[in-house]
């Protein structure tokens, strides 16, 4: 992967593989969101073209899990992202339940049946913020 990191030296890459699996991460959060309340989440993703082989593009889910990292609510899901480039994307989160981790998956595309080897890299990921509701 050559694509410089959009902010600082480093940036994490996810895969999904043709075999149905998929990578993950999980962050624990300082401090818990709550529940039935709106929160803001910005960060910027790109794909690789060139990334041994896992080249096609996918897209990133967004999940509360316990610390177990069993899913509990999916919280966001981008769309396919298939640049090349840096593009920040903001997501919106509604917490059904109190949420203390959060977990990052590589995913297929919609409506996609067949896996496949893909990748999406991430990059600046923002503090959380609660959403300003009119």
């Not at 989440?41 to 082989?53: E, K, M, Q, R």
């Not at 996918?58 to 966001?76: E, M, S, T, Y």
């Not at 981790?101 to 890299?121: D, K, S």
Request: hydrophobic fraction near 40%; aromatic fraction near 14%; proline fraction near 4%.
């Amino acid at each position: 992967v050559y694509l410089p990191a959009q902010d600082g030296g480093s940036y994490i890459g996810l895969i999904t593989r043709e075999d149905g699996t998929y990578e993950e991460i999980v962050q624990e959060l300082p401090l818990s969101l709550k529940q039935n309340e709106c929160y803001k989440l910005s960060l910027w993703l790109a794909h690789a073209d060139t990334y041994v082989g896992y080249n096609l593009p996918v897209r990133l889910r967004i999940w509360n899990c316990d610390k177990n990292c069993k899913k509990l609510q999916l919280l966001a899901t981008s769309k396919l992202i298939s640049n090349t480039f840096w593009e920040q994307v903001i997501f919106f989160m509604d917490t059904k339940v109190a949420c203390k981790y959060l977990l990052f998956e590589a995913y297929y595309g919609p409506g996609i049946f067949i896996p496949y080897r893909g990748n999406i890299l991430i990059d600046n990921v923002s503090l959380i913020e609660k959403c300003r509701r009119a």
